[in-house]
Structures are given as C-alpha cells and as structure tokens.
C-alpha cells in the first residue's frame, strides 16, 4: 500500500521534504478561535481530556471525581501549541510545563494562561533541552506530534529520559492506511479544510505496530492503545477501542 501511495500523497497535498509542511505557528493569532482554524483541535480536545485524566488517574490511582485528581502530579505537553490541554490539565490540579517549537504559539499560550490566572511554565525548546537539564515527569503528553518529527526514535528517547521511574507516556498520532491517507488528508486538508494542505505526509504516519517496536528500542513498553473516531454526522469525536485505523492512542510505561 505505502510504495503506491506515497507518490500520490506527494502530489496532491504538495509535500516536500526541503520546504517542510506549513507551521501551526501561522494561526497563532487565532489558536483560541473555536470556530478558527484551530476548530477541529477545538472540538477534539474535550475527547482528549477525558482520555488522558482517565489514564493518569487509573495508573497513580487517582479519584476522578475529585475537582483537582492530578494534585501533586508534574506533567509535561510536547508540541502543547496554543495550550489546549496545558490549561484544563492545570484546572485539574496538575503541574505543568509546556514545549513547543513555535515562539510564537509559546506567547499565545502564556497570553491566554495569564488571561485566565493561571500559571503554566511555557518554554519554546526541544524536548532534547529538558533532558539536558535532567528534567523528570511524572507523566508525559505527546498528542499530534510524532508524525511531524523528523527523528520519531529521538523523541521516544527523550520521552524514555524524561519520565520518572513510575511515569507514564500518552501519544496520539495517525495510522498509515488507506482511510488515514482519505480521512487525515483528503478529507481534513482538502474537503473539509481542517488544517492548512501540506501538514500532513501520508508517509510519515505510524501503525501502532511501527510505534510499539520503536516504544520497545527506547526502553518504552505499550500498556494500552484506543483508538479515535470521528462522526461526521454529528461532527463529534468518541473514544472506540477498536477503531484504530485513522487516529489512536498509545500509552507507554517504562520496560
């Protein structure tokens, strides 16, 4: 399937590897926007949330019914944009530092952070300067991330230092299969104009399977994966277990 429609992704949806695909940072004026270009983040995010308070509550055996279940926890959001999980996550109790590449989605996000009297610890760094700095988490966010990396094993290493002893990993990514190449690009950067055309490389998309075996090389064993489907009736996003061929998460555990 990959050797016939890698050259066809290639062509419609314009990638190319010297140029790189259209930065996040071009909508960080309107990151906040719900009905922005941001939208599909927007209506994703509250699926997301309940996911990850799930795990993390589940795994250092937390009330979830509690206002503030992630009290005491450090956490980390690669790649956190704008701050869509960092700031319901800090309602939430937990203590969190947010890394994105993009300066400008850093200000965005400490802009809105302040609007809202919260205070999340913004850096715009790699996740390599963290470990660097022999930072530790007890829980670690990767969500829509490693498919725009160049170097998926790097970050899954850095994830490996950076969790604690007993942490926890929660990555979301896209599958590599026909109805991702249909769903995540013809549909998202085309049809329904979700995110700019160019974000996305069919190729760069990982099966669970490509993922585990990469968790695994970095010292990383997958403890759970769920899979996220969308409804395009009623535009809304649910958690199904066995739907794991468009978007999916997968939770990792140090080996």
């Known amino acids: 399937m990959k050797p016939l429609l890698t050259p066809f992704l290639h062509a419609i949806a314009g990638f190319n590897q010297s140029s790189g695909a259209p930065s996040f940072g071009d909508h960080a004026a309107k990151w906040w926007d719900s009905d922005g270009p941001m939208a599909p983040l927007h209506r ?28 005491g926890l450090r956490l980390l959001d690669i790649g956190c944009g704008g701050g869509l999980m ?9 203590d969190i530092t947010g890394i994105d590449a993009s300066a400008e989605l ?9 609007q809202q009297g919260l205070t999340i610890d913004y850096q715009d760094v790699l996740s390599s300067v963290l470990v660097k700095d022999k930072q530790k988490f007890d829980a670690v966010l990767a969500l829509e991330v490693i498919e725009h990396v160049d170097n998926p094993a790097e970050l899954l290493a850095d994830i490996n230092a ?10 979301s990514t896209l599958n590599r299969t026909a109805k991702s190449f249909l769903g995540g690009i013809v549909a998202a950067e085309y049809l329904l104009r979700w995110v ?15 993922l585990a075996t990469l968790a695994h090389q970095a010292n990383l064993n997958p403890v759970a994966t769920m899979g ?9 996003f649910t958690l199904q277990a066995d739907k794991l061929d468009i978007n999916y998460f997968m939770v990792l555990a140090h080996a």
């Open 44 to 71: 994703l995010n509250p699926v997301r949330l309940d996911y990850v308070k799930e795990i993390l509550c589940a795994h250092f055996n937390r009330d979830a019914d509690q206002p503030q279940p992630l009290k």
């Open 162 to 171: 950076l969790l604690k002893k007993n942490g926890v990993a929660i990555l």
């Open 228 to 236: 996220l489907h969308y409804q395009p009736l009623q535009q809304t």
């Open 86 to 94: 960092t700031e319901p996550l800090t309602r939430l109790g937990a």
């Open 196 to 210: 700019p055309r160019g974000t996305h490389a069919w190729d760069h998309f990982m099966k669970p399977s490509e």
């Open 106 to 114: 850093i200000a965005v996000a400490r802009k809105h952070a302040q």
